[in-house]
């Protein structure tokens, strides 16, 4: 017996979907039915974007997004609430990251990874769980039991779990989006909302795939467990679990996809 996971008639706010990861969770999620809203600073990607997904039959909405600026994000929950209607999953996956060594970084080193990976990350999760508690509070007040107010899936790393060399900043900007998840799980758990995290290890996108071909990135291939990258639609699978309505009892979870890396 087959079993499926509809997303029909709920609303998905990707940020970052311009390309890598973004771009495939977002055409995951329209395969899934969902009316799925792209955001990020790279509108004409979006509309790229748009313009495939809707080839395959899904609903896709575009909207420019710096979550840097908190009246951009602001700004463009507006806008797709408009346009859609209230949001009901939000994929937290914009982030950035350099490679240096922690005695070469400099303020503005700091500052362009944690304000994208960290503040961004919060801000846009908290304008989000905003309008999801003020729709809880409204079914309480309307007597409604058990009302789903929708699922925040924060995207962090394997690096926010175990530190990597010369890209420390990364990694601790990672590790905050981690205790992020459990802090908004734990205060809005109760609230019909579940915050989670999926932290994926080295997955090959058409923004990484010259790295892997160079002689430091096989090196870093032949250093993983089964010395294999993973795919771009490797997430999938959790990725729908928990934005669906059947991942009810999963809350505050921090999920590694790193193929073992971890371990």
Sequence with gaps: MAYTLDLSGR??????????????????LAAAGAAVVLA?????MLKALRAEIEAEGGDAHVV???????GSIEAALNFAEREVGPIDILINNSGVSNTQRLQDVREEDFDFIFNTNT??????AQAVGKRMLARAKDAQEAGIEGFDAG???NIASMAGLRVLPQIGV????????VHM????????GKHGINVNAICPGYIETEINQHHWETPQGQKLVHMLPRKRLGKIDDLDAVLVMLASPQSD???GAIIAADDGFGV
């Design 249 to 251: 009892f999963i809350n």
């Design 151 to 153: 699922r925040i899936i």
């Design 170 to 177: 990364y990694c601790m900007s990672k590790a905050a989006v």
């Design 119 to 124: 503040r961004g990350a919060f801000f846009v």
């Design 11 to 28: 609303v998905a706010f990707i940020t970052g979907a311009s390309s890598g990861l973004g771009a495939q969770f977002a055409k995951t």
């Design 181 to 188: 998840t459990k802090a908004m799980a734990a205060e809005w």
């Design 40 to 44: 990020s600073r790279r509108v004409e």
């Design 64 to 70: 420019a997004l710096d979550v840097t600026n908190v």
